[in-house]
């Protein structure tokens, strides 16, 4: 494609990457086919290509963004199919990226949709504050739950966004401290830092518990790295507020390595993983950052990508569960990981059964289900639709995310990858499958 960016543009580093992927596009067309809004909404503008387009336009003439133009950038999940599919190899990422810090600094958004945001980046990546807000939303459903009925469809009249937030809190809130089991026996392979990142810390803690011990049993030394990698605001076009964590993270991992030695850094939630695996993107421009963050996310492993290189623990119960095995837009699309974690599940004694559109996101994509409700509810169900042809028992996956939004409306038990690896390996049933059991016997 060509470009007409002057030199003075092209001093800013982020417009000089955008052109650079720009130029790369051909306009074939090819990643239309496999992006989620296109395939729901049929409309040019809300496919990779026709964002591609309206991003050029909006960049090369330094235009701000228009009311008309961000409900198509907010309407892309991220989810990066397009680049999967893509002949030219077009890092549709980096572009999408820069347009939603575009429209952020240069579109005013109404007061709902800014204020909705805003609780968004100030809650979620706190694991206090989501913890707190999460324990009030539990209460005031069950108070709901007390009035009679015509009070209640009174107060449920909420707006869409405050309404799909709602469907997202779990019944109960897991226990807030991490079970992590002690260290058994020396280390043989060596020594590696696990995220505990910051929503998962709360909405999944049981994943965190099963990685560690998954991680020492197959012979590592783990050591816990708290604390939010940035991902979520960085998706909300916030960069300062996604920097600022992800500069955080970076020095507390670069001083463990300098302490004790680091031999990997290791995620259990593939849209983190995706994140810090493009520090050294994000900060190449960082006079300080730009070589603690390249190394960093040189470090960077999905948790199902260390233990396949290093060697699955041997499986010591046959579980002979029926899986459908739902691999995260992040995992697959973001970080080139489809295969691994059903080759380390299959290695495990699970069965895996194939569904259809396995490459189309599921509709969580960080904050998605919340901002565009509709659509979410619409990707989700169809995925839970696909899964639910097929004789599947329960439902693994490697991001947090994914989990809270399958489980929102799944009949089957949803886990976490690594709780079923631990369990098969030694480890406790994940508790959703506990629940579930527990359940049917009543
Ligand atoms: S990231 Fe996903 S939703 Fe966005 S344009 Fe690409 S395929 Fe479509
Ligand atoms: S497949 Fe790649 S080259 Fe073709 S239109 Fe899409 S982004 Fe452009």
């Known amino acids: 494609m060509q470009t007409s960016f002057t030199p003075a543009q092209l001093l800013d580093p982020d417009v000089a990457s955008s052109e650079a992927i720009l130029r790369k596009c051909v306009h074939c067309g090819f990643c239309t086919a496999t992006c989620p809004t296109y395939v729901l909404l049929g409309?040019?503008?809300?496919?990779?290509?026709?964002?591609?387009?309206?991003?050029?336009?909006?960049?090369e003439n330094a235009r701000p963004?228009?009311?008309?133009?961000?409900?198509?950038?907010?309407r892309c999940l991220s989810c990066l199919s397009c680049m999967t599919t893509c002949p030219s190899g077009v890092h549709y990422q980096h572009l999408i990226d820069?347009?939603?810090?575009?429209v952020e600094r240069t579109y005013r958004r109404p007061w709902r949709e800014r204020a909705l945001r805003a609780l968004l980046a100030h809650t979620l990546p706190y694991p206090r504050r989501l913890r707190a807000s999460l324990a009030g939303a539990i209460v005031l459903r069950r108070l709901l739950e007390l009035l009679p009925r015509g009070m209640r469809a009174q107060a449920a009249r909420l707006p869409e966004p405050l309404r799909a937030l709602f469907s997202l809190v779990p019944e109960r809130l897991p226990p807030a401290a991490l079970d992590l089991p002690a260290p058994a026996g020396a280390a043989r392979r060596g020594r590696v830092a696990l995220l505990t990142g910051c929503a998962q810390s709360v909405l999944s803690p049981r994943a965190q518990s099963a990685s560690v011990r998954l991680l020492r049993r197959a012979g590592w030394e783990v050591v816990v790295v708290e604390g939010c990698c940035g991902a979520l605001v960085h998706h909300l076009g916030r960069p300062r507020h996604a920097h600022s964590f992800a500069a955080?993270?970076?020095?507390r991992v670069v001083a463990e390595r300098d302490d004790k030695g680091l031999d990997a850094v290791v995620v259990n939630a593939s849209g983190c993983?995706?994140?810090?695996?493009?520090?050294?993107?994000?900060?190449?421009?960082?006079?300080?950052?730009?070589?603690?963050?390249?190394?960093?996310?040189?470090?960077?492993?999905?948790?199902?990508?260390?233990?396949?290189?290093?060697?699955?623990?041997?499986?010591?119960?046959?579980?002979?569960?029926?899986i459908a095995y739902h691999s995260a837009c992040s995992m697959q699309h973001g970080q080139n990981l489809d295969a691994i974690p059903r080759e380390l599940l299959r290695a495990a004694?699970?069965?895996?059964?194939?569904?259809?559109?396995?490459?189309?996101?599921?509709?969580?994509?960080?904050?998605?289900?919340?901002?565009?409700?509709?659509?979410?509810?619409?990707?989700?169900?169809?995925?839970?639709?696909?899964i639910q042809c097929t004789s599947a028992q329960v439902i693994a996956t490697g991001n947090v995310g994914c989990m809270v939004q399958l489980a929102s409306a799944a009949k089957l038990?949803?886990?976490h990858t690594v709780e079923l690896l631990d369990w098969a390996t030694g480890g406790p049933p994940p508790l959703a499958l506990a629940e579930t059991a527990a359940?049917?016997?009543r």
């Open 43 to 59: 409309d040019e503008l809300d496919s990779p290509r026709g964002r591609i387009y309206l991003i050029k336009d909006m960049l």
């Open 65 to 74: 963004a228009t009311a008309a133009l961000v409900p198509h950038i907010d």
């Open 98 to 102: 820069h347009a939603r810090v575009h």
């Open 248 to 251: 955080g993270l970076i020095e």
């Open 273 to 322: 993983g995706t994140h810090v695996k493009d520090y050294g993107f994000v900060f190449r421009a960082d006079p300080v950052l730009a070589a603690a963050a390249a190394a960093v996310s040189a470090m960077t492993r999905d948790i199902t990508e260390l233990l396949h290189a290093s060697g699955l623990p041997q499986p010591v119960t046959p579980r002979a569960l029926s």
């Open 349 to 386: 004694g699970f069965v895996l059964v194939p569904f259809g559109e396995g490459h189309l996101c599921c509709g969580s994509a960080g904050t998605y289900n919340i901002l565009q409700p509709q659509i979410a509810r619409q990707l989700r169900d169809r995925k839970l639709d696909h």
């Open 413 to 415: 038990p949803v886990v």
């Open 439 to 441: 359940s049917a016997a």
